[in-house]
């Protein structure tokens, strides 16, 4: 059974940096599209970022490219999301979450991990 393990999530001020990882075991990570996701107090959840297997390509959800980055370290089975200036609008859970490249839906999901940025 695949199991994806988030962490990094803080308290952080207005304008601060933060990197979230997300540590995968079960399965290797290289069979899978990374991705990440937030779900606000209140609201529903929103698509971050995907990335695919080797070729690095990216996606990015609507107003997320520019202060997200996602990247993966395959050696390592983690994935990263790097995010720089940060407003209390981000604050949210965040979820680490991986698909087979058959599929469109992403079957396995972490158990996301606080982000709190404060004004």
């Known amino acids: 059974q695949m199991q994806l393990v988030e962490s990094g999530g803080a308290l952080v001020q207005t304008g601060a940096s933060l990197r979230l990882s997300c540590t995968v075991s079960?399965?290797?990570?290289?069979?899978?599209?990374m991705g990440w996701f937030r779900q606000r107090s209140g609201k529903e959840r929103e698509f971050i970022a995907s990335?695919?297997?080797?070729?690095?390509?990216?996606r990015y959800g609507d107003s997320m490219r520019g202060r997200f980055t996602i990247s993966r370290d395959n050696t390592k089975n983690t994935a990263y999301l790097e995010m720089v200036s940060l407003s209390p609008e981000d604050t949210a859970v965040y979820y680490c979450?991986?698909?087979?490249?058959?599929?469109?839906?992403?079957?396995?999901w972490g158990q996301g991990t606080q982000v709190t940025v404060s004004s």
């Open positions: 979450a991986a698909r087979s490249p058959s599929s469109n839906d992403f079957a396995y």
């Open positions: 079960g399965r290797p990570m290289n069979r899978y599209i």
């Open positions: 990335l695919e297997r080797y070729t690095g390509a990216t």
